[in-house]
Protein backbone atom coordinates (compact mmCIF):
# COMPACT_ATOMS: atom_id res chain seq x y z
CA UNK A 1 0.00 0.00 0.00
CA UNK A 2 1.40 3.70 -0.94
CA UNK A 3 1.78 5.69 2.33
CA UNK A 4 -0.02 9.08 1.69
CA UNK A 5 2.75 11.36 3.72
CA UNK A 6 0.76 14.19 4.00
CA UNK A 7 -2.71 12.80 5.69
CA UNK A 8 -0.04 10.71 8.31
CA UNK A 9 0.96 14.69 8.84
CA UNK A 10 -2.30 15.89 9.11
CA UNK A 11 -2.99 12.86 11.58
CA UNK A 12 -0.20 13.55 13.60
CA UNK A 13 -0.92 17.40 13.50
CA UNK A 14 -4.23 16.35 14.87
CA UNK A 15 -2.74 14.82 17.69
CA UNK A 16 -0.99 17.52 18.25
CA UNK A 17 -3.96 20.13 18.67
CA UNK A 18 -5.81 17.70 20.45
CA UNK A 19 -3.12 17.72 23.21
CA UNK A 20 -2.90 21.03 23.33
CA UNK A 21 -6.35 21.56 23.66
CA UNK A 22 -7.05 19.02 26.07
CA UNK A 23 -4.04 19.36 28.67
CA UNK A 24 -4.24 22.58 29.67
CA UNK A 25 -7.00 22.92 32.09
CA UNK A 26 -4.54 22.22 34.93
CA UNK A 27 -1.95 25.09 34.69
CA UNK A 28 -4.96 27.14 34.97
CA UNK A 29 -7.05 26.12 37.88
CA UNK A 30 -5.16 29.10 40.18
CA UNK A 31 -5.86 31.66 37.82
CA UNK A 32 -9.68 30.17 37.47
CA UNK A 33 -9.50 30.11 41.41
CA UNK A 34 -8.46 33.60 41.49
CA UNK A 35 -10.88 35.13 38.76
CA UNK A 36 -13.86 33.60 40.06
CA UNK A 37 -13.43 33.17 43.38
CA UNK A 38 -14.29 29.28 43.78
CA UNK A 39 -13.89 26.25 45.66
CA UNK A 40 -11.90 23.24 44.92
CA UNK A 41 -14.96 21.70 44.32
CA UNK A 42 -16.65 24.03 41.70
CA UNK A 43 -13.18 24.33 39.93
CA UNK A 44 -13.37 20.54 39.63
CA UNK A 45 -16.29 21.09 37.71
CA UNK A 46 -14.51 22.10 34.88
CA UNK A 47 -12.44 18.71 34.21
CA UNK A 48 -15.74 17.13 34.55
CA UNK A 49 -17.47 19.49 31.72
CA UNK A 50 -14.35 18.37 29.57
CA UNK A 51 -13.72 15.33 30.04
CA UNK A 52 -17.62 13.83 30.62
CA UNK A 53 -17.99 14.74 27.20
CA UNK A 54 -15.52 11.69 26.28
CA UNK A 55 -17.92 9.96 27.89
CA UNK A 56 -20.91 10.78 26.68
CA UNK A 57 -19.33 11.15 23.04
CA UNK A 58 -17.25 8.65 22.22
CA UNK A 59 -19.50 5.39 21.25
CA UNK A 60 -21.94 7.83 19.16
CA UNK A 61 -18.75 9.39 17.27
CA UNK A 62 -17.62 5.77 16.35
CA UNK A 63 -21.55 5.35 15.01
CA UNK A 64 -21.35 9.27 12.80
CA UNK A 65 -17.67 7.81 11.50
CA UNK A 66 -19.11 4.95 10.30
CA UNK A 67 -21.69 6.26 8.34
CA UNK A 68 -20.50 10.20 7.26
CA UNK A 69 -16.53 9.31 7.25
CA UNK A 70 -13.55 10.38 8.66
CA UNK A 71 -13.24 13.72 7.09
CA UNK A 72 -16.98 14.89 7.55
CA UNK A 73 -16.29 14.14 11.03
CA UNK A 74 -13.12 15.43 11.83
CA UNK A 75 -14.53 19.04 10.41
CA UNK A 76 -17.48 18.91 12.40
CA UNK A 77 -15.21 18.08 15.44
CA UNK A 78 -12.70 21.37 14.92
CA UNK A 79 -15.77 23.43 14.04
CA UNK A 80 -17.44 22.21 17.12
CA UNK A 81 -13.82 23.24 19.26
CA UNK A 82 -13.99 26.49 17.33
CA UNK A 83 -17.83 27.60 18.61
CA UNK A 84 -16.92 26.40 22.10
CA UNK A 85 -13.41 28.18 22.47
CA UNK A 86 -14.86 31.45 20.52
CA UNK A 87 -18.34 31.19 23.19
CA UNK A 88 -15.85 31.64 26.48
CA UNK A 89 -13.36 33.58 24.61
CA UNK A 90 -16.29 36.44 23.81
CA UNK A 91 -17.97 35.79 27.40
CA UNK A 92 -15.77 34.88 29.75
CA UNK A 93 -18.46 33.71 32.53
CA UNK A 94 -17.72 30.70 34.76
CA UNK A 95 -21.27 29.44 33.18
CA UNK A 96 -20.17 29.77 29.77
CA UNK A 97 -16.84 28.39 30.92
CA UNK A 98 -18.44 24.99 31.26
CA UNK A 99 -20.27 24.84 27.96
CA UNK A 100 -16.93 26.05 26.50
CA UNK A 101 -15.42 22.74 27.94
CA UNK A 102 -18.24 20.49 27.12
CA UNK A 103 -18.46 21.49 23.47
CA UNK A 104 -14.35 21.16 23.26
CA UNK A 105 -14.64 17.80 24.94
CA UNK A 106 -16.75 16.50 22.41
CA UNK A 107 -15.00 17.88 19.25
CA UNK A 108 -11.89 16.26 20.95
CA UNK A 109 -13.69 12.61 21.42
CA UNK A 110 -15.17 13.19 18.00
CA UNK A 111 -11.43 13.29 16.78
CA UNK A 112 -9.90 10.49 19.03
CA UNK A 113 -12.09 7.88 17.39
CA UNK A 114 -11.68 8.95 13.68
CA UNK A 115 -8.08 9.45 13.45
CA UNK A 116 -6.59 6.08 14.21
CA UNK A 117 -8.55 3.82 11.43
CA UNK A 118 -7.49 6.88 9.14
CA UNK A 119 -3.81 6.54 10.47
CA UNK A 120 -3.63 2.60 9.62
CA UNK A 121 -4.95 3.52 5.86
CA UNK A 122 -2.71 6.35 5.44
CA UNK A 123 0.25 4.80 6.57
CA UNK A 124 0.23 1.36 5.76
CA UNK A 125 -0.42 -1.57 8.38
CA UNK A 126 2.57 -2.25 8.62
CA UNK A 127 3.56 0.90 9.66
CA UNK A 128 0.51 1.68 12.08
CA UNK A 129 2.08 0.63 15.18
CA UNK A 130 5.89 2.89 14.41
CA UNK A 131 2.82 5.85 13.23
CA UNK A 132 1.04 5.33 16.10
CA UNK A 133 3.70 6.04 18.58
CA UNK A 134 4.65 9.03 16.68
CA UNK A 135 1.44 10.12 17.31
CA UNK A 136 1.55 10.32 20.99
CA UNK A 137 4.72 11.77 20.75
CA UNK A 138 3.69 14.64 19.23
CA UNK A 139 0.44 14.45 21.74
CA UNK A 140 2.81 14.65 24.76
CA UNK A 141 4.83 17.49 23.17
CA UNK A 142 2.03 19.50 23.12
CA UNK A 143 0.81 18.60 26.08
CA UNK A 144 4.95 19.69 27.26
CA UNK A 145 4.25 22.76 25.25
CA UNK A 146 0.73 24.72 26.38
CA UNK A 147 1.81 25.73 29.97
CA UNK A 148 4.67 27.05 28.54
CA UNK A 149 2.52 28.73 26.11
CA UNK A 150 0.24 30.11 28.83
CA UNK A 151 3.20 31.13 30.56
CA UNK A 152 4.16 33.42 28.03
CA UNK A 153 0.83 35.03 27.46
CA UNK A 154 0.15 35.92 30.88
CA UNK A 155 3.11 37.33 31.64
CA UNK A 156 3.57 39.48 28.30
CA UNK A 157 -0.01 40.76 27.67
CA UNK A 158 -0.55 44.17 28.78
CA UNK A 159 3.01 44.61 29.39
CA UNK A 160 5.06 47.69 28.38
CA UNK A 161 6.58 46.70 25.06
CA UNK A 162 4.24 44.27 24.11
CA UNK A 163 2.56 47.14 21.74
CA UNK A 164 5.15 45.89 19.26
CA UNK A 165 4.09 41.88 19.00
CA UNK A 166 1.20 41.78 16.41
CA UNK A 167 -0.06 38.48 18.58
CA UNK A 168 0.57 39.93 21.93
CA UNK A 169 -0.96 43.36 21.06
CA UNK A 170 -4.23 41.62 18.95
CA UNK A 171 -4.96 39.60 22.10
CA UNK A 172 -4.67 42.84 24.72
CA UNK A 173 -7.06 44.17 23.13
CA UNK A 174 -9.52 41.25 23.37
CA UNK A 175 -9.08 39.87 26.59
CA UNK A 176 -10.05 41.92 29.86
CA UNK A 177 -7.10 43.06 31.79
CA UNK A 178 -7.20 41.03 35.00
CA UNK A 179 -7.86 38.23 32.85
CA UNK A 180 -4.94 37.51 30.58
CA UNK A 181 -5.21 33.48 30.44
CA UNK A 182 -8.30 33.90 28.45
CA UNK A 183 -6.16 34.48 25.72
CA UNK A 184 -5.61 31.15 25.86
CA UNK A 185 -9.23 30.44 23.89
CA UNK A 186 -9.07 32.71 21.19
CA UNK A 187 -5.59 30.48 20.42
CA UNK A 188 -7.36 27.69 20.31
CA UNK A 189 -10.88 29.19 18.82
CA UNK A 190 -8.11 30.06 15.73
CA UNK A 191 -6.36 26.94 15.73
CA UNK A 192 -9.34 24.90 15.61
CA UNK A 193 -10.94 27.54 12.79
CA UNK A 194 -7.56 26.89 11.15
CA UNK A 195 -8.00 22.89 10.98
CA UNK A 196 -11.37 23.08 9.86
CA UNK A 197 -10.35 24.65 6.26
CA UNK A 198 -7.23 22.68 6.49
CA UNK A 199 -9.28 19.48 7.03
CA UNK A 200 -12.04 20.58 4.45
CA UNK A 201 -9.88 21.27 1.51
CA UNK A 202 -7.65 18.09 1.95
CA UNK A 203 -8.50 15.19 0.01
CA UNK A 204 -8.76 11.84 2.09
CA UNK A 205 -8.38 8.27 1.51
CA UNK A 206 -11.31 5.72 1.36
CA UNK A 207 -10.84 3.75 4.68
CA UNK A 208 -12.95 0.74 4.92
CA UNK A 209 -13.02 -0.52 8.62
CA UNK A 210 -11.63 -4.03 9.33
CA UNK A 211 -13.73 -6.18 11.23
CA UNK A 212 -12.09 -5.23 14.87
CA UNK A 213 -12.32 -1.49 14.22
CA UNK A 214 -16.64 -1.52 13.19
CA UNK A 215 -18.39 -0.05 16.66
CA UNK A 216 -21.01 -2.69 15.90
CA UNK A 217 -24.84 -3.03 16.97
CA UNK A 218 -26.10 -1.64 20.42
CA UNK A 219 -26.37 -4.98 21.05
CA UNK A 220 -22.78 -6.19 20.74
CA UNK A 221 -22.14 -3.69 23.53
CA UNK A 222 -24.89 -4.67 25.95
CA UNK A 223 -23.59 -7.98 25.62
CA UNK A 224 -19.81 -7.20 26.23
CA UNK A 225 -21.28 -5.36 29.08
CA UNK A 226 -22.47 -8.24 30.67
CA UNK A 227 -18.88 -9.39 30.84
CA UNK A 228 -17.13 -8.71 34.16
CA UNK A 229 -13.89 -8.84 32.29
CA UNK A 230 -15.14 -6.14 30.48
CA UNK A 231 -16.04 -3.76 33.51
CA UNK A 232 -12.75 -4.55 34.97
CA UNK A 233 -10.19 -2.72 32.49
CA UNK A 234 -13.08 -0.16 31.71
CA UNK A 235 -12.76 0.63 35.24
CA UNK A 236 -8.58 0.12 34.71
CA UNK A 237 -9.55 2.84 31.86
CA UNK A 238 -11.50 5.02 34.33
CA UNK A 239 -8.93 4.63 37.40
CA UNK A 240 -6.03 5.85 34.82
CA UNK A 241 -7.68 9.26 33.29
CA UNK A 242 -8.49 9.89 37.00
CA UNK A 243 -5.27 9.56 38.48
CA UNK A 244 -3.70 11.58 35.33
CA UNK A 245 -5.80 14.17 35.05
CA UNK A 246 -6.06 14.12 38.87
CA UNK A 247 -2.21 14.95 39.47
CA UNK A 248 -1.97 16.89 36.68
CA UNK A 249 -4.95 19.61 37.19
CA UNK A 250 -4.12 20.25 40.77
CA UNK A 251 -0.14 20.06 40.80
CA UNK A 252 0.44 23.98 40.11
CA UNK A 253 -2.92 24.82 42.60
CA UNK A 254 -1.23 22.09 45.42
CA UNK A 255 1.93 24.07 44.79
CA UNK A 256 1.01 27.16 45.51
CA UNK A 257 -1.31 26.15 48.28
CA UNK A 258 1.53 24.56 50.51
CA UNK A 259 4.94 25.69 48.81
CA UNK A 260 3.85 29.06 47.45
CA UNK A 261 5.29 28.79 44.22
CA UNK A 262 3.71 31.36 41.56
CA UNK A 263 1.29 28.79 39.20
CA UNK A 264 2.22 31.33 36.45
CA UNK A 265 5.89 30.73 36.35
CA UNK A 266 7.07 27.54 38.54
CA UNK A 267 4.01 25.82 38.66
CA UNK A 268 2.83 26.18 34.76
CA UNK A 269 6.54 24.58 34.49
CA UNK A 270 6.19 21.71 37.05
CA UNK A 271 2.96 20.75 35.02
CA UNK A 272 4.97 21.41 31.73
CA UNK A 273 7.47 18.90 32.83
CA UNK A 274 5.07 16.53 34.04
CA UNK A 275 3.64 15.88 30.52
CA UNK A 276 7.36 15.85 29.79
CA UNK A 277 8.51 13.01 31.25
CA UNK A 278 5.21 11.32 30.43
CA UNK A 279 6.51 11.40 27.08
CA UNK A 280 10.01 10.46 27.53
CA UNK A 281 8.47 7.85 30.21
CA UNK A 282 6.51 6.17 26.72
CA UNK A 283 10.14 5.44 25.06
CA UNK A 284 11.66 3.97 27.43
CA UNK A 285 7.95 1.88 28.01
CA UNK A 286 8.27 0.82 24.54
CA UNK A 287 12.15 -0.23 25.02
CA UNK A 288 11.16 -2.23 27.74
CA UNK A 289 7.80 -4.04 26.40
CA UNK A 290 10.29 -6.04 23.79
CA UNK A 291 12.15 -7.65 27.21
CA UNK A 292 9.83 -8.01 29.76
CA UNK A 293 6.19 -8.92 29.84
CA UNK A 294 3.70 -6.31 29.96
CA UNK A 295 1.89 -6.63 33.21
CA UNK A 296 5.62 -7.00 34.78
CA UNK A 297 5.98 -3.38 33.57
CA UNK A 298 2.89 -2.63 34.74
CA UNK A 299 3.60 -3.59 38.43
CA UNK A 300 6.70 -1.71 38.64
CA UNK A 301 6.04 1.80 37.18
CA UNK A 302 2.85 2.01 39.37
CA UNK A 303 4.51 0.77 42.39
CA UNK A 304 6.80 3.82 41.02
CA UNK A 305 4.17 6.14 40.56
CA UNK A 306 2.79 5.80 44.16
CA UNK A 307 6.12 6.12 45.95
CA UNK A 308 6.71 9.77 43.79
CA UNK A 309 3.34 10.83 44.56
CA UNK A 310 3.68 10.00 48.07
CA UNK A 311 7.18 11.82 48.29
CA UNK A 312 5.64 14.75 46.35
CA UNK A 313 2.41 15.47 48.92
CA UNK A 314 4.68 15.05 51.57
CA UNK A 315 8.32 16.85 50.63
CA UNK A 316 9.41 20.01 50.35
CA UNK A 317 9.08 22.05 47.37
CA UNK A 318 12.48 21.62 45.68
CA UNK A 319 11.66 18.02 46.12
CA UNK A 320 7.51 18.27 45.23
CA UNK A 321 8.51 19.84 42.22
CA UNK A 322 10.95 16.90 40.92
CA UNK A 323 8.83 14.35 42.26
CA UNK A 324 5.08 15.41 40.74
CA UNK A 325 6.86 15.22 36.94
CA UNK A 326 7.89 11.77 37.94
CA UNK A 327 4.48 10.44 38.38
CA UNK A 328 3.88 11.43 34.92
CA UNK A 329 7.27 9.53 33.88
CA UNK A 330 6.20 6.24 35.73
CA UNK A 331 2.24 6.26 34.61
CA UNK A 332 3.67 6.88 30.70
CA UNK A 333 2.94 3.36 30.10
CA UNK A 334 0.00 2.13 32.15
CA UNK A 335 -2.59 3.46 28.72
CA UNK A 336 -1.25 1.49 26.27
CA UNK A 337 -0.47 -1.44 28.73
CA UNK A 338 -3.86 -1.73 29.78
CA UNK A 339 -5.43 -1.61 26.68
CA UNK A 340 -3.22 -3.88 25.01
CA UNK A 341 -4.23 -6.52 28.14
CA UNK A 342 -7.66 -5.59 27.61
CA UNK A 343 -8.13 -5.77 23.71
CA UNK A 344 -6.09 -8.97 24.37
CA UNK A 345 -8.81 -10.45 26.32
CA UNK A 346 -11.37 -10.97 24.35
CA UNK A 347 -10.87 -12.63 20.54
CA UNK A 348 -13.80 -10.69 18.95
CA UNK A 349 -15.73 -7.62 18.83
CA UNK A 350 -12.48 -5.33 19.51
CA UNK A 351 -14.21 -2.51 17.50
CA UNK A 352 -17.07 -2.38 20.58
CA UNK A 353 -14.56 -3.31 22.91
CA UNK A 354 -12.57 -0.27 22.39
CA UNK A 355 -15.48 1.70 22.04
CA UNK A 356 -16.38 0.92 25.81
CA UNK A 357 -12.87 1.67 27.25
CA UNK A 358 -12.34 5.17 25.31
CA UNK A 359 -15.78 6.03 27.45
CA UNK A 360 -13.68 5.05 30.07
CA UNK A 361 -12.06 8.28 29.34
CA UNK A 362 -15.05 9.80 31.91
CA UNK A 363 -12.82 8.87 35.02
CA UNK A 364 -10.59 12.26 33.66
CA UNK A 365 -14.04 13.73 35.08
CA UNK A 366 -15.12 11.98 38.02
CA UNK A 367 -11.47 12.02 40.07
CA UNK A 368 -10.62 15.45 39.74
CA UNK A 369 -14.05 16.11 41.10
CA UNK A 370 -13.74 13.98 43.83
CA UNK A 371 -10.08 15.14 44.65
CA UNK A 372 -11.52 19.01 44.88
CA UNK A 373 -14.75 18.08 47.05
CA UNK A 374 -12.19 16.16 49.91
CA UNK A 375 -10.04 19.11 48.94
CA UNK A 376 -12.61 21.24 50.53
CA UNK A 377 -13.36 19.54 53.31
CA UNK A 378 -10.12 17.97 54.51
CA UNK A 379 -7.50 20.45 52.45
CA UNK A 380 -5.62 19.30 49.06
CA UNK A 381 -3.30 17.01 50.26
CA UNK A 382 -5.64 14.92 51.91
CA UNK A 383 -7.74 15.05 48.96
CA UNK A 384 -4.86 13.71 46.42
CA UNK A 385 -4.22 10.97 48.75
CA UNK A 386 -7.17 9.90 47.10
CA UNK A 387 -5.82 8.85 43.95
CA UNK A 388 -3.96 6.39 45.81
CA UNK A 389 -7.00 4.27 45.44
CA UNK A 390 -7.10 4.52 41.82
CA UNK A 391 -3.81 3.73 41.46
CA UNK A 392 -3.91 0.55 43.49
CA UNK A 393 -6.62 -0.62 41.27
CA UNK A 394 -4.39 0.06 38.27
CA UNK A 395 -1.36 -2.23 40.38
CA UNK A 396 -4.26 -4.90 40.79
CA UNK A 397 -4.28 -5.30 36.95
CA UNK A 398 -0.82 -6.64 36.60
CA UNK A 399 -1.86 -9.68 39.07
CA UNK A 400 -5.22 -10.49 37.75
CA UNK A 401 -5.11 -9.82 34.12
CA UNK A 402 -5.05 -12.81 31.93
CA UNK A 403 -4.34 -12.02 28.36
CA UNK A 404 -4.90 -14.70 25.49
CA UNK A 405 -1.68 -13.36 24.34
CA UNK A 406 1.17 -12.16 25.23
CA UNK A 407 3.16 -8.99 24.15
CA UNK A 408 6.01 -10.54 22.52
CA UNK A 409 9.34 -10.44 24.30
CA UNK A 410 12.60 -10.60 22.19
CA UNK A 411 14.39 -13.31 24.45
CA UNK A 412 11.29 -15.43 24.40
CA UNK A 413 11.51 -14.76 20.61
CA UNK A 414 15.01 -16.22 20.27
CA UNK A 415 14.17 -19.31 22.27
CA UNK A 416 11.11 -20.47 20.95
CA UNK A 417 13.46 -20.16 17.12
CA UNK A 418 15.97 -22.40 18.95
CA UNK A 419 13.44 -24.49 20.14
Known amino acids: MKRNVYIIGLIILTFFVISFLTNIIGPLVPDIIDSYDLSLTVVALLPFAFFIAYGVMSIPSGMLVERFGEKTIMVIAFFVSFLGALLFAWSPKFEMYLVSLFLIGSGMAML ?82 IMVFIIGMTRFPKVELKEDEKVGALQTHLDLLKRPMVILYFLGIFAYVGTEQGVANWISEFLQTYHGVNPQTDGASTVSLFWGLMTAGTVLGLILLKFVDSRKVLIGFTLAAMVCLGVALFSSKSIAMIAFPLVGFFASVMWSIIISLALNSVATHHGSFSGILVTGIAGGAILPLIVGWLGDLLGLRMGMLFLFLSLGYILSIGFWSKPLINNEIIGQKKNEAGA
Open 112 to 193: QVAINPLLRVAGGEEHFAFNSVIGQLFFGLASFLSPLVYSYLVLNIGREGAEDNFLLNTLSGLVPANLPWISLYWVFAIVSL
